[in-house]
């Protein structure tokens, strides 16, 4: 009953025809039971239809509410659970695995082509045994990848890149405890720590929450520079793990922009130099947003209009500033993105499409910050 009064509602809300209707529910009722009735921070009981309703009740006139709607069904971008789901378990097979391929070709001197020979090499899986896997946030989905991959073991994984010196202890024991019995030798003091780093993570918009400069002294900030300085450091949890002379660190992002790719690129090649520091690094994106997906002045001046028109500066403090912000209609460090992830939307989105629900307008997929609400 609520979802045909949702239906209703939007109906008289874009004061749609009895063929409007027909035309556009089929659509609209397979998106919501496949996708978008899955997001997970609608409020209780609240659904797709009754929150497209609700949204669009705020655009003051006919042409505003169309112009929203259009833009939701023709360039919304939703990524589901099963989705998600679906990047996390071919990240190992379709992109880690093919990468430890090449490097243990590099090291045997033979073509990566040769990939049997390669796989079944001694070689292959002692430097498969000797990657350490761990997550940069929640959204790395650590369990899920450790039961998609029983190549790895339980050892080698670890939630977080946050570990403590017992449990470093216990991972380094047992890799050297199993190394030792595949080579049936004592090992030289190299192939006792962890010669490969995998950081995972789902997503990233602008890059800037993983490494960034602050604007206030230029010191780098961010997830992956505390990844580097612990490693890069004198002693510590992470300097036990690994030899920074002897060390590999690949970033596997599910999901990342172009943009966001670029600035990690620059500014983590920019920290190795300011640093000095030997680490060898590489990135890997499963699933790449083009920038053409982004909205762009030229081909969404109309749409561009009505983020202005119906924008809350009230988003904008300490945390938003951390990127440009001179158009901030366009969402953190204006990425100008119109994508929904299913556990939350990102805030590198249009903010018009995740307005938490306690500002002055609404948002369709309102989203949950990570930072506390300013009183």
């Not at 209780?44 to 949204?55: C, D, I, Q």
């Not at 080698?156 to 595949?182: G, P, R």
């Amino acid at each position: 009953m609520r979802d045909v009064l949702a239906e209703r509602l939007l109906a008289e809300v874009m004061k749609w025809t009895p063929e409007d209707v027909a035309r556009e529910r089929p659509d609209l009722q397979a998106l919501a039971t496949f996708k978008y009735d899955e997001y997970q921070q609608f409020s209780p009981g609240m659904r797709f239809v009754e929150s497209l309703a609700l949204w669009l009740n705020q655009f003051d006139t006919d042409e505003e509410r169309e112009l929203a709607y259009r833009f939701v069904r023709s360039r919304l971008i939703f990524i589901s659970s099963a989705e998600m789901a679906h990047l996390v378990t071919i990240a190992f097979p379709d992109f880690i695995r093919p990468f430890l391929i090449r490097r243990t070709a590099d090291y045997l001197g033979v073509p990566d082509r040769c990939v049997t020979r390669i796989a079944n090499s001694v070689e292959f899986k002692v430097l498969l045994r000797q990657s350490l896997f761990l997550g940069l946030s929640d959204g790395a989905h650590i369990d899920l990848f450790r039961r998609s991959n029983p190549e790895i073991s339980h050892e080698q994984v670890w939630q977080t890149y946050e570990i403590s010196e017992q449990k470093a202890e216990d991972m380094l024991s047992k890799l050297s405890s199993e190394l030792e019995a595949w080579l049936g030798r004592k090992l030289i003091d190299k192939e006792r720590r962890f010669r490969m780093l995998f950081l995972l993570d789902d997503f990233s918009g602008s890059g800037l929450s993983y490494l960034r400069k602050e604007p206030v002294g230029s010191k780098f900030a961010g997830k992956i520079h505390k990844v580097l300085s612990s490693i890069n450091s004198k002693e510590g949890v992470m300097k036990s793990l690994f030899n920074p002379e002897d060390l590999h660190i690949c970033i596997v992002l599910y999901v990342a922009t172009t943009q966001g790719l670029a600035h990690l690129e620059r500014h983590i090649n920019d920290w190795l130099k300011e640093n000095g520091s030997s680490i060898q690094w590489i990135l890997l994106a499963i699933q790449v947003i083009p920038e053409t997906t982004n909205l762009h002045l030229e081909k969404d001046g109309k749409i561009i209009n009505l983020l202005k028109k119906y924008f809350d500066s009230s988003i904008i403090d300490e945390h938003y500033r951390k990127g440009r912000y001179q158009e901030p209609y366009l969402g953190f460090d204006q990425c100008a993105l119109p994508l929904v992830l299913t556990h939350n939307t990102p805030n590198n989105s249009v903010p018009l499409l995740w307005f938490e629900e306690y500002r002055k307008y609404r948002g369709l997929f309102p989203r949950v910050s990570r930072h506390r609400r300013e009183s």
